[in-house]
């Protein structure tokens, strides 16, 4: 799966940048912003098969439950994007994990803000605004709008007094090619994959290192979210990708059976 042309330098800047908001501004998204990201959504569509991303510029206020997880209600947003899998189709999970952090990434690019969410939806009120086929399931929404500089109490919660990810060391995710001996590419890769978002911050991946490749598989069979844990390294996915092709190195993913996810292996 690499025939997405991916904007490495953008996004490997919008990775940084990223963080999960819930308080929105009550201020429409803008119509340029809007045709771009209808646009955006377009390309992904004819990219990956058996995967959609359907933007709606309308907030998502009917299609969301309340309060989502422990961290409180989604509020003020103005509009939502919509992933949808063919359950039919293999590593469906981890394809909409991918395609929608493609789309979080470049939002963030935008100067517009995202938050996932799984389970804590209403997928047959979304099916009232857009069509989803007899063999299709709503995965997960985004929300997506624009934030002032101001954390609200929930992200406060979350991120505490400032907005730094908490993430596990990768001294424990990896395992393989000591550090000592891992080129820059790798370090790239791992660094970025490391800040990929996860339902509940659960960080679900783990990574076997080697020399030419890297290969993500999942820590354990629990399952504590309405989104699994293969929805998740999806995301990581993307963010090692696009941590690769930061370094000029370029690869492509293979995908594995479960409890591995894929492996990258460079060329």
């Known amino acids: 799966m690499n025939i997405i042309n991916i904007p490495a330098e953008k996004w490997y800047d919008a990775i940084q940048l990223r963080r999960s908001?819930?308080?929105?501004?009550?201020?429409?998204?803008?119509?340029?912003?809007?045709d771009h990201l209808k646009e955006?959504?377009?390309?992904?569509?004819?990219?990956i098969e058996g995967v959609r991303v359907v933007f709606t510029p309308e907030g998502p206020q009917p299609v969301l439950k309340g309060v989502i997880g422990s961290f409180g209600k989604i509020k003020g947003a103005p509009a939502y994007t919509t992933l949808i899998g063919d359950i039919k189709k293999p590593n469906v999970q981890e394809k909409v994990g991918?395609?929608?952090?493609?789309?979080?990434?470049?939002a963030t690019s935008m100067g517009l803000a995202t938050c996932w969410?799984?389970?804590?939806?209403?997928?047959?009120?979304v099916k009232e605004q857009i069509h989803v086929k007899d063999n299709e399931e709503v995965l997960a929404i985004l929300t997506v709008g624009y934030v002032g500089n101001e954390?609200?109490?929930?992200?406060?919660?979350?991120y505490g007094k400032t907005p730094k990810h908490k993430r596990k060391s990768l001294e424990s995710?990896?395992?393989?090619?000591?550090q000592d001996e891992w080129p820059e590419w790798i370090r790239s890769a791992l660094g970025a994959a490391r800040l990929a978002p996860s339902a509940y911050n659960r960080q679900p991946w783990r990574?076997?290192?080697q020399k030419d490749s890297i290969k993500i598989y999942v820590d354990n069979s629990q399952n504590s979210s309405h989104i699994t844990k293969r929805l998740d390294c999806g995301i990581a996915m993307l963010h090692l990708e696009i941590g690769v092709?930061?370094?000029?190195?370029?690869?492509?993913?293979?995908?594995?059976?479960?409890?591995d996810v894929a492996r990258f292996m460079v060329w």
């Not at 799984?118 to 047959?124: C, D, K, S």
């Not at 954390?151 to 979350?158: Q, T």
């Open 21 to 34: 908001r819930r308080k929105f501004l009550s201020k429409p998204i803008d119509t340029q912003d809007i």
């Open 40 to 47: 955006l959504c377009a390309i992904l569509n004819s990219s």
């Open 98 to 106: 991918y395609i929608g952090e493609c789309f979080v990434l470049e």
């Open 117 to 125: 969410v799984g389970g804590l939806f209403r997928p047959e009120v």
């Open 151 to 158: 954390y609200g109490f929930a992200e406060k919660v979350i």
């Open 173 to 178: 995710l990896c395992e393989g090619l000591p």
């Open 207 to 209: 990574f076997l290192v």
């Open 245 to 259: 092709l930061y370094r000029g190195v370029w690869g492509k993913w293979e995908y594995l059976h479960s409890p």
